[in-house]
């Protein structure tokens, strides 16, 4: 119930003349009159009580009060008289009262938002205050330009239980822009001057800003109950939740009421079922309720005061106890989608000022049968057909059907005329099939913001506006079919993950709703960047040229053929190791190892290559490729079609045929006009003669060169790079080469075993820098090249890579430098077919690509 009107409210936040709204300078047109001293509080919801101090101490010792409030955008300005000012457009006069006890005092009650027609905004107001014996002959109190009020709207909802979620207008736009405001619950009848949460006030919770002029929270944690009844607080905002925080706004009342809980929680569309209300344990909110209302809201929980619910009052209402009621739920309780939820409110009676009493513990919610469409998308601006269907008999007792097409959340209660964002069914466009199944031509459609649009389809039991109810809805979405034009990168590796980005029209943005195959295969990660672009990922896929790209949304699939193309690639690890390594076991990753044999000639191949690997022959013969391997991890082992393992040897290095060269047979003396020059490494050929497979071999001539010289690195045919200076100068005929044959020549003293990788000799025979050269002599292995894999302690031993070949005693071995992989960044190639010109006579021919995960660098340790 809202307070006498007559009740003081000294509030604290002071609006002094002139203090609100930079409009309010225009000149009085009134008779001049003596300005308020003070009207509190300048901001106030509907039923709050505002008290108006006039600077006259005996401005109503003999007179009574009388108040017109203007809006300001009507005028700033009080006229001479009560009736001059009330005839201003949107004046309203409002009913004021002395204040007991003193004479320059006057209150009067903020009248209701109707009688307002304020909505979801603060209003302002000038008010004008007037003394008289009758309003006809009262004169001006306050002085222009008059105080200023501003109306705010009332709290939403009204009321509530413990955990309710309240929202606050703030008097302006910017009220909370720079703080959250300070709010308190109190049981006095009017609000302190600065924020205080000293008994009787109470602070509420949960303050969180929606925007600069609106906030939400929740009732305290500590509001209580008036033994077991319906408590009414005054709440207070202030401009900070501190002692220092200053009147914002009186908001009037908020009942704290208690729960009811109903005996169902859901129920038929349009009512007519009855339900058993039941409160809290150890509350009595019907108490005093001698003939209780009932009233079911679907939007911003439960109003103060029962005002006109009009179909939504519970019919039948019966009190059984002081805490339980029945009511039948009234035909305008209806669906407006699959579920819908209504606030249940219980008041102190139904006349429209009667308090709320109790709210309900839970949503009560209107079900309607699931009906599902034959098909969820459509195109835009053109007719389309489908059938509903459900598993409840929908449709029973009904023979006329009605449709609306809205682009709300939810559907009308009732059929609607076509109106902004309803589109009505054309007559006759949808046909009863059986009880559970309809038939519906869609009309066409527009697109909302050019975008896929949701449409809620709703079907009526007729087609008369405002009579025919809902029956069933289902979500129907619009939109342009989408294309499909490119995709970027157009290749990537076999391996897949590689992020691309497909670049179309009328794509979906949410997430989920685009579908592709590649290939195929699905991608992978797929996210909508606009309605132009996706982006997604690669997955893993056999090698293939032109790859056709798929697309799928709810709108359909497109194709774009010739769209991508998945390159071979492999990735090795490790991808290092110094060419003295005999042997080291390679892990790859690829595809299609499952497809080929591994092995000699025309079989597959896992080949080093320095650049791109280039079978073509350039001999004219047959023998030569264009650009060959350097060295082949061989002994291959196939894990899975996607991962193997090989064995690489990098100390001895492939020649342009493909054969590993011997350096216990290599020379090369082609180089015969070799040019010298001391102090300087680079030794020229003009004629050439220099190849790639000299570089760490032994070059000598007696005059110009010190025994031991090496080829650091052959840079051209006629360029090579020593290790050393050389130790004279020479030109012509003085500058013959020899390069490789033998570095180191033991004496009659080495020793085989009968069996065994491992050779004696006095110590000090073999070095560290033996350690990868090619040895011979009587007692090794004799099937292949041996090379020495480590020397012992002092010299005396070295281990060999192949077995010896029996017990020799006090033998001369020669060692050779090796014909290394030189140090540099390689590619390891995977080929399906090894053969010279394989990328021509094979039509299934293929090999991977140069990469970053198929580069394999010889470098030292």
Known sequence: MRKSSTRARHLGAVLTTGAVGAALLTAPTAASAAALTSMTPGAAAPGATITAVATSSTAFSSVDPFVVIIPTSTQTTCESGVAASAAKTGAVTVTAAKVTGVNNSASFVVPSASTLSLTTSPKPYAVCLYGGATSGAATLVDSSPASVLTVVPSLTPGGGASGATVTLKGPTASSFATNLPGIIFTTNSSCPATYATTSPNISASGIQRVDDGTVTFNPPTNAALNSGAARNYEVCAYTLATSAGTLLGDYSQWTFAPTVASS?????????????????????????????????????????????????????????????????????????????????????????????????????????????????????????????????????????????????????????????????????????????????????????????????????????AGQSTLVGSAAYTVMNPHTVSSVAPTSGSVLGGT?????????????????????????????????????????????????????????????????????????????????????????????????????????????????????????????????????????????????????????????????????????????????????????????????????????????????????????????????????????GATGVLAIGGAVKTTAAAVNTPSSGTTITAPAGTFTSADIGRAITGTGLNTGGVSFITGVGSGGGSATVSLPVAGTQTGQVMVLYAPIAVPNNAYTLTFVTNGSVNANISDPDYSQSVVSSGSTFTVAPA
């Open 264 to 464: 169902a929680a859901t129920g038929p569309s349009g009512g007519s079922n009855s339900l058993t209300f039941t409160s809290a344990t150890g509350t009595t909110p019907f108490a005093n309720a001698n003939a209780p209302g009932v009233v079911f809201t679907l939007t911003g929980g439960c109003p103060a005061t029962y005002g006109s619910p009009g179909n939504r009052a519970g019919t039948s209402v019966t009190k059984t106890s002081s805490s339980v009621i029945s009511a039948t739920v009234p035909a305008g309780v209806t669906g407006t989608g699959a579920t819908t939820p209504y606030n249940v409110c219980f008041y102190n009676g139904t006349t429209s000022t009667d308090a709320l009493i109790g709210v309900g513990a839970a949503t009560y919610s209107v079900t309607i049968p699931a009906i599902s469409l034959s098909s969820t998308v459509g195109p835009a601006t053109t007719t389309n057909g489908i059938t509903a269907t459900s598993t409840s008999n929908f449709l029973l007792g009904v023979s006329t059907l009605g449709a609306n097409y809205v682009t709300a959340e939810r559907c009308p209660v009732t059929y609607t005329a076509a109106t902004s964002g309803i589109v009505e069914g054309a007559a006759g466009s949808v046909r009863k099939l059986a009880n559970n199944r309809l038939a519906a031509t869609v009309p066409s459609l527009a697109l909302v913001n050019a975008s896929p649009t949701i449409y809620q389809a709703c079907f009526y039991n007729g087609a008369t």
């Open 499 to 731: 992020d691309i980005v497909v670049t179309g029209t009328n794509f979906p943005t949410t997430a989920g709703s685009i579908t592709a195959t590649l290939g195929g295969i699905p991608l992978l990660n797929i996210t909508p960047v606009s309605p132009n672009a996706f982006t997604a990922t690669t997955p893993q896929h056999a090698a293939e040229n032109g790859s056709t790209l798929v697309v799928t949304t709810v709108s359909g699939s497109k194709t774009l053929a010739n769209a991508y193309s998945f390159l071979n690639d492999v990735v090795v690890t490790p991808n290092t190791a110094p060419n003295t390594t005999t042997g080291i076991d390679l892990t790859v990753k690829g595809v299609g190892f499952y497809s080929v044999s591994f092995g000699a000639g025309a079989a597959a191949h896992m080949y080093l290559v320095n650049g791109t690997y280039n079978p073509t022959d350039i001999s004219g013969s047959g023998t030569t490729k264009a650009n060959g391997p350097v060295a082949e991890c061989g002994d291959v082992l196939v894990i899975s079609d996607t991962e193997l393992i090989c064995t690489l040897a990098l100390n001895r290095r492939f020649n342009a045929a493909g054969t590993a060269i011997d350096p216990t047979t290599y020379t090369n003396a082609t180089v015969t006009a070799a040019t010298t020059v001391l102090g300087n490494r680079v030794i020229t050929a003009t004629a050439g003669g220099f190849v790639p497979q000299d570089t760490g071999l032994v070059v000598s001539n007696a005059t110009t060169l010190a025994p031991g010289t090496r080829i650091a690195r052959v840079l051209s045919s006629t360029t090579a790079l020593l290790d050393r200076d050389p130790i004279a100068a020479a030109t």
